[in-house]
């Protein structure tokens, strides 16, 4: 539009210059002025960020990743910045993906890369992120305008296609294995795959690319009532893969498409979708930045704000013959595992607390939740005012019930176990 | 924009006729398709939905609601259009608060009352909702310009001011109890206060005004660290308010201003704040549209995906002379309270089951979780395909060793139970 403005200009300018009139010059001034207005406005519309080289930590109102560098000053993460060099792929933009697209790109991640072949429609307006006015647009031509004005740091591929036809698999294989953003990098070209696509044959086909691939993957979903959902990490050959555990509508043969009905839409809240989106991108955080608990399965029921978690071990049995090649993989691989786990654990001795501040002003100091599970310890109660008890067990204490050490160690170990139990029996 | 265009074609209209050079008149014609071109643009730019009258369920690409009236045929909602009755009030359109704003208004919340009085930042770009482009306006003022184009169909109340100050105070509580939009609601002008604040001076604030005026309230938050947070349900007289149970750092005397240095800011994370918002906003629809359980206090931490809940009475030594008050009212309606319960227990027969729907054409039931708690139960297992049991226990079994039968009674059988104890000890 500045543009055309500036065209306009130009031709009241030749115009002026022909023009004898007195009262056609006046005329003429006036829309000048007009258009000067105009242009002026639109720029003030167009008050775009521009891109920024370095992330830097300073804390200035300008800075947009001040508040993301103090991850590494709070001691969350060890170098945030690292986040540039990562590539995510988002499969569906919808409720769920085009939130998780939009917390990414305000994250200042490297790249992303948009699948989806969907228009924007009104009916879309009850969750976060599109707009009224780009309704008719498709999702990922709206998606690539809203994100790129947030934050024209990062790199947006769009891909309008449907994954789940020949042509579309096979543009999502090759965009996959693209390593020109990152010629370096080993495997894949991207560094995550996350599934937020709305039915189970999407799920299927991302799950196909992601064990042919052998590329990690976190799947999504949020239930046709809008008020539970659940995120899974899958990495493939270790965990189940989507066709190890499929779910019960599956698994009791009804073909999903008989349960959809005309003139029958599913329900969906903005609560929800933007909840599950939150939970995805969290745990896609702490795996790719290398914090916190990587969650291999978080359950959200919203009625009772109630969260499970599980862990699922690959099927020995599973339908899909690239998830049992990457099970043989993985088993193969486990003595060279097992050493570099001791090298890594001899290698690195007891550390000793180090202070990162060598002034203290106001001597803060911060709390392992470990250090303060018995209210009755001594270290425990010296860090609460005087009077006051934790009324919570700590995380540690919780999480025991759920996932058991037997659990935890698991298939590997099951062998070990089994001979055990044969020398007790006999 | 669109009027000045319009004013531009008049301006070349009235120039065209007064002139009589065809050269001239041909530039005219090229400026005038030219404006004609930049209309249709501008147009399309400005695509806004209309106002609607009347939720509709109807399933058309064209209806925002459609998604949210489907809430009521899947059973969760008895009348999702009550929604457009209720006002609620959002101290604080930051991080948390200005996306709770968003939820609520693509829910077709009935009013929305806005307060701040902070600009937005480029600094603010790494959490949801604001866009780079609205650096320096107001974060009131940016916040009616998105939430109005999102949908219309919200009235909207914009406060710019501190509510700490005096006469922000003023303006708070008169805007609280203006009850202009539903003339004969009961109690105040709002339904719910949200506070979405960052400091515990303004929650203190928040707290005082919604003890004097009886008004429910939800609290939230994040740690400085960006990787915990909760939320609170907050009645006065029946639950903790915030005075009762004041933060660690406040219980332990150090004020908080002297927390904060110059130079050194807060991190904080788009995902953790969406997540805390949708927990908040959800809450906030279980308690107006009266569905699931409302929590009185959820807990996130990030790192290791744990939400503790918990349930916090009123501290009868409370420094809050208005939250003494409301204990004590609390109290005194007791008996009318259970009286009024015991009533409704006697009116409700137990309900048979009834089928909303008389044809089942694919034999689509609804199992309730509670049925299905044991899975050698017959009823369980025929819910379930052939070889698969549950792994994990239902929420029911899980939420037991968190709310005890004796917590959930609590204060008010204190004296009861005080009294056998005393008899079981003579």
């Known amino acids: 539009m500045e543009a055309e403005l500036k065209d306009l200009l130009n031709d009241l300018h030749t115009l002026k210059i022909s023009l004898l009139d007195p009262s056609c010059q006046a005329l003429v001034n006036k829309m000048q002025s007009r258009i000067e207005h105009l242009s002026k406005m639109e720029k003030l519309g ?9 992330m830097s930590a300073e804390v200035v109102d300008s800075n947009p990743y001040s508040r993301l560098m103090a991850l590494q000053r709070m001691g969350i993460v060890d170098n945030y910045e690292r986040i540039r060099e990562f590539s995510v792929a988002i499969v569906g933009i919808g409720g769920v993906g085009s939130v998780a697209a939009e917390m990414l790109t305000r994250c200042g ?38 994100l790129s004005d947030i934050n024209p740091d990062v790199v947006l591929e769009s891909y309008t296609l449907n994954i789940t036809t020949v042509q579309g698999f096979e543009t999502f294989m090759s965009s996959l294995t693209n ?14 795959v996350l599934s937020c696509v709305d039915n189970y044959e999407a799920r299927m086909v991302v799950n196909q690319a992601c064990n042919e691939l052998n590329q990690t993957w976190m799947e999504s979903g949020v239930s046709e009532n ?43 809240l903005p609560t929800t979708m933007g909840i599950v989106a939150g939970l995805l991108v969290q745990n896609t955080l702490k795996y790719l930045l290398k914090f916190g608990t990587v969650t291999p399965y978080l359950g959200y029921n919203a009625l009772k ?31 060279a595992r097992d ?11 007891l550390l000793e607390p180090e202070f990162l501040h060598e002034d203290n002003e106001w001597n803060i100091s911060v709390v392992d939740d470990d250090e303060v599970q018995d209210p009755n310890a001594s270290s425990g109660v010296a860090d609460l005012p005087e009077g006051l008890v934790h009324e919570l067990p700590s995380a540690d204490e919780f999480q025991k019930p759920f996932i058991s050490e037997e659990t935890s160690n698991s298939v590997d170990d099951l062998d070990e176990l089994r001979r055990q139990l044969e020398a007790l029996n006999s």
Chains 1, 2 share one sequence.
């Open 46 to 54: 167009n008050n775009q960020r521009s891109k920024i080289k370095d």
């Open 109 to 146: 991640i490297g790249r992303l890369l948009l699948y989806d072949y969907d228009k924007v429609e009104l009916a879309n307006m009850n969750r976060l992120f599109f707009r009224p006015e780009q309704a008719g647009m498709t999702k990922t031509d709206a998606a690539v305008q809203t």
């Open 179 to 192: 390593k020109s953003f990152r010629p370096d990098k080993e495997g894949c070209g991207v560094d995550l």
């Open 226 to 268: 809008a008020v539970s959902g659940h995120i899974q990490l899958l990495v493939p050959g270790e965990t189940a893969c989507f066709a190890c555990a499929p779910p019960l509508v599956v698994a009791s043969g009804v073909d999903e498409r008989t349960l959809k009905r005309e003139g029958v839409c599913a329900a969906s």
């Open 305 to 335: 704000d109630f969260f499970p978690t599980m862990e699922m071990k690959p099927n020995p049995q599973c339908s899909n013959a690239a998830c049992l090649e990457r099970q043989k993989e993985y088993t193969l691989a486990k003595p």
């Open 339 to 349: 050493a570099a786990a001791r090298a890594k654990m001899e290698a690195e001795p």
